[in-house]
Every structure is written in structure tokens, then in C-alpha cells.
């Protein structure tokens, strides 16, 4: 689900940074997807079921209220440093990159690259894949690849894209597009085990990576 919202008063944030938002006392922190230039701040929400939180965002209605802390926290930022950046994410994990996507072409920059490797169990979970998408088509500095990890199953019918856990196929795109250590950082956004594993992966290899853990709730 998209989650849009009007703050108040000023809320200022750097693109991958999160704000923590909350509903009868249960807060939760969540990475903006806007850009800073935009008018609302953006959310995406992956529905949990028996989480604390997420249950009553899904029910919310326009012009319903939600408490949000009134600062951005977090790391998860762009280098200028390198080059390029080499994004691995699941899921909701996205939304950080596409606020850092939208400032970076918001400002006109074409000085790095971004390699967006987004994966998901079935295809109706790559959101914003359509903006990417047309990004990738439009641009030379924007690469796409999603990929989905149970390809066979019927909620899949028709893929016709990537396939496998982006932990496990994303060594194989560092070949492909000759990506170094030292002009590539890497970011790894979504599921512990996941950033854990593209971790143990490059370690030796000599690659930075930036990481941002997504717990469910």
C-alpha cells in the first residue's frame, strides 16, 4: 500500500532517511519514498496481518490522522564517492532508493549510476516497478532487473523476467555490468538474512556495503 502524508508543520529529510509514524500509542519507523522537493511525504507498507501497526494503517481513510516524530533519522544515504551504486532490495525495501532516484534526477545530476536490483516472491510485490521500468528505458545512468524467487507458482504465470533470490543472482550482475570495489558501493535494503548473506558474499572481495534492515510489524 502507498501511504501519503501531510505534515503539519516543516518535515525536512535526507533521500533515504525514514520517519517513524504512529496510530493509538504503536509507532513504527518507515524509509520515506519521496524526494525532499516533493509536497507529501510517501510511504510504501507491506501488510502484516498480527503486526502492532501496520493493520490499522491499512484501514486508514483520507483525511484520517497519524502521528509522525519530527525528525528523519538514518544512514542510508548516497556517497558521492563512488560512482556507482549497486542496489539489492526486497520488496518495500525499494523505497528509500526511488526517493534517492527522484532527488538525484530532480536535481539533474548525471555524474553516477544506479544498478537496481529488486526482488520479490511473486510479481505484484515489485512495486514501483513501473516507474523504474520507464526510468530504464528512458535513461542511461537508471539499470532495472526484477526478479521474482518462486517463478513457478500460478501467481507468477507469464513472468518472463529475472528469477532467483537477488542474494543468491546478484554476483553474476557485478560481472555483468563491471563493477569494482573501488568505484562501486553497495546497498542492501530489506530482509536481515538477506543483507546478510550479499554481505558474507563480498566481504573478501573488497566492496563497501550500506545496509538498511526491514523488520516486520
Known sequence: MVLKIQPEIPFTFKPGQYCTIGINGFERPYSIVSSPHEDTIELCLELVNDGELTPYLWGLKEGDFVSIRPRAKGVFTLDDNYKNYFMIVTVTGIAP??????????????????????????????????????????????????????????????????????????????????????????YACGHPKMIKDVKSRVHHKGYSVKEEKYWRG
Request: no cysteine; glycine share 4%; hydrophobic share 30%.
Open 97 to 186: 532508493i526511488i526517493s534517492m532516484v527522484r532527488n538525484y534526477l530532480y536535481n539533474n545530476r548525471n555524474s553516477h549510476k544506479f544498478y537496481i536490483l529488486h526482488g520479490a516472491s511473486y510479481k505484484s510485490e515489485l512495486i514501483y516497478s513501473h516507474e523504474l521500468e520507464s526510468l530504464a528505458r528512458e535513461r542511461d545512468d537508471v539499470f532495472y532487473i526484477p526478479s521474482v524467487s518462486r517463478p513457478n507458482e500460478k501467481n507468477n504465470n507469464g513472468w518472463l523476467g529475472e528469477k532467483g533470490r537477488v542474494n543468491v543472482i546478484f554476483e553474476k550482475y557485478i560481472r555483468k555490468f563491471s563493477l569494482t570495489p573501488s568505484n562501486t558501493l553497495i
